[in-house]
C-alpha cells in the first residue's frame, strides 16, 4: 500500500495531521508516502482530481496504484492506523 498526502502551507487542516503523519510515519517506518503540495505540484494534483475546498487529502493506494480509499479534511490518527492496517497487504 502507498499512500498520497496532498497538501498546502496555506491549508490549517494540513498543518494540523503534518506532525500526526510524521508520528506515524516513524512508527511504521516501511510506510510508504509521498507528498504533493497543492501550489507546487499542479501536475500531480490534476491527474489526483483534488477539491481544493476539501483539504488536505490523504489517498490510499494499494501496490498497482489503484485507489482504495480517499479521506479529506483532519482524521483523527487512530482512524489512520486502521486503514492503514486494514489495507497494509494491498
Known amino acids: 500500500m502507498k499512500i498520497i498526502k496532498i497538501g498546502a502551507i496555506w491549508c490549517s487542516g494540513c498543518l494540523v495531521m503534518k506532525p500526526i503523519w510524521k508520528a506515524i510515519e516513524k512508527e511504521i517506518p516501511d510506510l510508504q508516502t509521498q507528498y504533493f503540495d497543492y501550489d507546487d505540484n499542479s501536475k500531480e494534483i490534476d491527474n489526483l482530481n483534488i477539491d481544493i475546498n476539501r483539504m488536505p487529502t490523504f489517498i490510499f493506494m494499494d501496490k ?17 492506523l486502521e486503514i492503514i492496517n486494514k489495507y497494509k497487504e494491498y
Open 64 to 80: 498497482n496504484d489503484k485507489e482504495l480509499l480517499r479521506k479529506t479534511g483532519e482524521v483523527a490518527k487512530s482512524e489512520l
